[in-house]
């Protein structure tokens, strides 16, 4: 489980796994070598029943800034059909799918800016504490292109509920620690020096659990959770973020 990355720092505390993204001169943004490498951490954890607990955090000044938009004409260009783009849509989506389905606790311990992204990434962990500091936002309508992310709206709509997000989408607006707390997207808002503290508070519990009661009870709360959907347009979150950025880079070399 804990080898050499290029874009994460993974260190194993007993049953405890800490996963940082690693890459604070880009803010943490997410790129396709980090979505590969989470997915090889996450795809790995099935075969370490000893992990119960897994902390999610970031390097630097920032939790994570965001998508890592310099990968996208590029990959236009090698690759005009969007097939390649519409990979890196899909390995986004397993991410998430991976931090929400897998049997161990995910807790997100945010600090600085958590954006878009970045927020994808947070909201799809089971537990989040986040420095009262911090500072979220989800840009992408001003940027010119649709919320479709990993699966981020419906997971947003499930934890903060539909007025209140629509009005984070529609105004692309800056929220605090304090705001994202009131809509759920945080469980905890503390000073930044006692976000450690905090997360231990959690997991010291947890990994005392039944590992069975636990598995049990997150296939519980999913199945619960989507019970009202009844089917998941956010499959199409790939298609739908690839085609927006075709067109904007179609537009752009006009």
């Known amino acids: 489980m804990v080898q050499d990355?290029?874009?994460?720092?993974?260190?194993?505390?007993?049953?405890?796994?800490?996963v940082q993204l690693n890459s604070p001169?880009?803010?943490?943004?997410?790129?396709?070598l980090i979505l590969d490498e989470l997915l090889t951490v996450l795809g790995a954890l099935d075969d370490e029943p000893a992990i119960r607990v897994l902390i999610l955090s970031g390097a630097g000044d920032n939790f994570c800034l965001g998508g890592d938009r310099s990968e996208f004409p590029a990959l236009l260009t090698e690759d005009p059909s969007g097939a390649t783009l519409r990979g890196l849509g899909n390995k986004a989506r397993r991410v998430c799918d991976a931090l929400a389905t897998t049997e161990v606790v995910t807790?997100?311990?945010?600090?600085g800016g958590v954006v878009g992204a970045g927020v994808?990434?947070?909201?799809?962990?089971?537990?989040?504490?986040?420095?009262?500091?911090?500072?979220?936002?989800l840009p992408e309508l001003g940027l010119g292109v649709p919320p479709a992310w990993g699966g981020i709206l419906p997971r947003l709509l499930n934890e903060a509920g539909t007025a209140k997000v629509r009005e984070l989408i529609l105004t692309a607006d800056n929220f605090d620690a304090k705001r994202?707390?009131?809509?759920?997207?945080l469980h905890k808002a503390?000073?930044?020096d006692e976000l450690d503290t905090t997360?231990?508070?959690w997991t010291k519990p947890l990994t005392r659990?039944?590992?069975s009661a636990l598995r049990t009870a997150k296939l519980m709360m999913n199945a619960y959770a989507n019970a009202n959907r009844l089917a998941d347009a956010a499959l199409f979150d790939a298609e739908l973020l690839t085609s927006a950025l075709t067109v904007a880079e179609h537009s752009r070399h006009r």
């Open 190 to 192: 503390v000073p930044e």
């Open 209 to 211: 659990r039944s590992p």
């Open 25 to 32: 001169e880009t803010g943490n943004a997410i790129s396709g």
């Open 180 to 185: 994202a707390q009131e809509l759920s997207i």
């Open 199 to 201: 997360v231990t508070r």
């Open 107 to 111: 807790i997100a311990r945010l600090h």
């Open 5 to 18: 990355f290029k874009t994460l720092l993974v260190t194993c505390e007993g049953p405890v796994l800490k």
């Open 120 to 137: 994808g990434l947070a909201v799809f962990c089971d537990l989040r504490v986040g420095a009262d500091n911090c500072r979220f936002r």
